[in-house]
């Protein structure tokens, strides 16, 4: 029952703009860590944006530190990603992820199906 819908990928020219969502349901959005992963062909899957669940801290890699920002509306039950100055380097699967932990161990992990984002001229 649990799903995450995302949408907004496609194809960029470098120096350009694209802004992807992550639509949830099945659970309870606003008590979840959102996050952004991205997987480029033959690299490892990297975390890009976090945001808690009141959107009191966010987090993001390095690489996209001024040029993306991460926003939630828990109402919507919605996460977004505003990525601008797009690089070529930017090019990858882009895929929406909730987390909880509900014990020392235990954490509750969901997964969006991927969007691909591709930046080229």
């Known amino acids: 029952q649990v799903q995450l819908v995302e949408s907004g990928g496609g194809l960029v020219q470098p120096g350009g703009s694209l802004r992807l969502s992550c639509a949830a349901s099945?659970?309870?959005?606003?008590?979840?860590?959102m996050n952004w992963y991205r997987q480029a062909p033959g690299s490892e899957r990297e975390l890009v944006a976090s945001?808690?669940?009141?959107?009191?801290?966010?987090n993001y890699a390095n690489s996209v530190k001024g040029r993306f920002t991460i926003s939630r509306d828990n109402a919507k039950n919605t996460v977004y990603l505003q990525m601008i100055s797009l690089k070529p380097e930017d090019t990858a699967v882009y895929y929406c992820?909730?987390?909880?932990?509900?014990?020392?161990?235990?954490?509750?992990?969901?997964w969006g199906q991927g969007t691909q984002v591709t930046v080229s001229s």
């Open positions: 945001i808690t669940s009141a959107g009191d801290s966010i």
């Open positions: 099945g659970f309870s959005f606003s008590r979840f860590v």
């Open positions: 992820n909730a987390n909880r932990r509900i014990f020392r161990d235990v954490n509750v992990d969901y």
